[in-house]
């Protein structure tokens, strides 16, 4: 007789073992084949990488726009003083700076997407292909 714990477990590994056989199912209702699967794969890593290259065109947009608004800052400083260009300048430098690093959070959070993503098609090759090998 088994006891709770070893009843719990053996419902878990069950539910594991069902949600096992319903992922494989999906997996081969799919991609009917190994190209379908690869397809996929690069068609969602691409668009990851486009919107990368988008944010680093931005990045790189924001960066020269920051550097005119810090040169007109430093020419107002240097004929004012220190802390005497006009505020809104500031505020700008700042939003600038915010905005460059707000896309370089999301560039770091969409390669780690990418990545996620990249192994997961990797899982999902080699259970296909072990899938596929059990059908012939």
Avoid: C, H, P
């Avoid at 430098?93 to 993503?117: F, P």
Wanted: charged letters at 45%; a neutral charge; zero cysteines.
């Amino acid at each position: 007789i088994l006891s709770r714990e070893e009843r719990r477990e053996a419902r878990k590994r069950e539910r594991q073992v069902e949600l096992s056989r319903i992922r494989d199912r999906a997996l081969l209702a799919t991609f009917t084949t190994e190209s379908d699967l690869v397809r996929t794969r690069e068609d969602r890593i691409g668009m990851i990488d486009g919107l990368i290259s988008r944010l680093d065109d931005r990045i790189r947009i924001l960066s020269e726009r920051l550097a005119i608004v810090d040169k007109r800052v430093q020419m107002q400083e240097k004929s004012l003083g220190d802390g005497g260009a006009q505020d809104s300048l500031y505020a700008e430098q700042q939003s600038i700076q915010r905005n460059i690093e707000n896309a370089w959070s999301l560039i770091d959070s969409k390669a780690a997407e990418r990545r996620d993503v990249a192994d997961k098609f990797d899982d999902d090759l080699i259970r296909y292909r072990e899938l596929k090998a059990e059908r012939n």
